[in-house]
């Protein structure tokens, strides 16, 4: 168990439908990341948050959005469905921002499945 | 475009044997190199991190190589265990852009 949690754990909606996920960081961790793994993509990084502040970007697509709260619990927004949107996404937290310094501990994912 | 290769076909080894995995990547210059493992339906697990002027890293049975000129990293995993069974991901990044690029992953089975 690494620490971070991520709801919910499996998630069924149809194409055009937005949902929301969410991820509890390791207490004392400041940075999120999220990632979305798909079969024909692999891991890809979508973004990070550092203490409620953007810290990097990846490849997220303009209808996905993430924020980080005071609390230091983040969601991700993912709107106007496709079917290829359909992949598990991942939460990881680490101390600090550098991820080249601070290890990065994932969470179990959520499966979002998209029909 | 940046590129990571991973053997895309899966390693099958004997109980006991040295499990050697490569990652190549091209156009990138990485600051730093990780090895995850990844068990079916769950998260990456950091297991490594080498840096762009370390040759060789150890932690216990695992050994990373990084080579800057070939543009390539060796992993492997000594004495190896069916519990070592999982599919092992290489990931590059650069400091600054804290932007981590992952390969695809190779399955490794060890047989008892």
């Known amino acids: ?32 990341y999220w990632y979305q793994q798909s079969l024909d993509q692999g891991l890809q990084f ?6 409620g502040e953007e810290r990097a970007k990846g490849n997220i697509l303009e209808r996905f959005s993430a924020q980080q709260f005071p609390d230091l619990h983040s969601e991700l927004n993912l709107s106007s469905l496709e079917l290829g949107d359909s992949a598990l996404y991942f939460c990881a ?21 998209v029909l | 475009s940046q590129k ?11 109980e006991g044997k ?26 990456p697990v950091f297991l490594l991190l080498i840096r762009e002027n370390e040759k060789e890293k150890r932690k216990e049975r695992l050994k990373v190589t990084f ?27 650069n400091t600054g852009g804290f932007k981590t690029i992952f390969g695809a992953g190779t399955r490794l089975f060890v047989k008892a």
């Open chain 1, 1 to 32: 168990d690494s620490g971070v949690t991520q709801t919910p754990k499996h998630l069924i909606t149809a194409t055009g439908q937005r949902v929301t996920l969410r991820c509890s960081p390791r207490s004392g961790d400041l940075s999120v």
């Open chain 1, 46 to 51: 979508l973004i990070q948050y550092y203490n």
């Open chain 1, 93 to 113: 937290s680490s101390e600090g921002s550098d991820p080249s310094y601070n290890e990065q501990f994932f969470g179990p994912g959520t499966r979002l499945t």
């Open chain 2, 4 to 14: 990571i290769e991973q053997n895309s076909e899966a390693l099958n080894i004997q």
């Open chain 2, 18 to 43: 040295t499990a050697t995995l490569t990652c190549n990547y091209t156009n990138y210059s990485p600051a730093y190199l990780q090895w995850y493992r990844q068990d079916p339906g769950r998260g």
């Open chain 2, 67 to 93: 080579d800057t000129t070939l543009k390539q990293s060796l992993f492997h995993i000594t004495a190896s265990q069916p519990a070592d069974s999982a599919t092992y991901l290489c990931a590059l990044g």
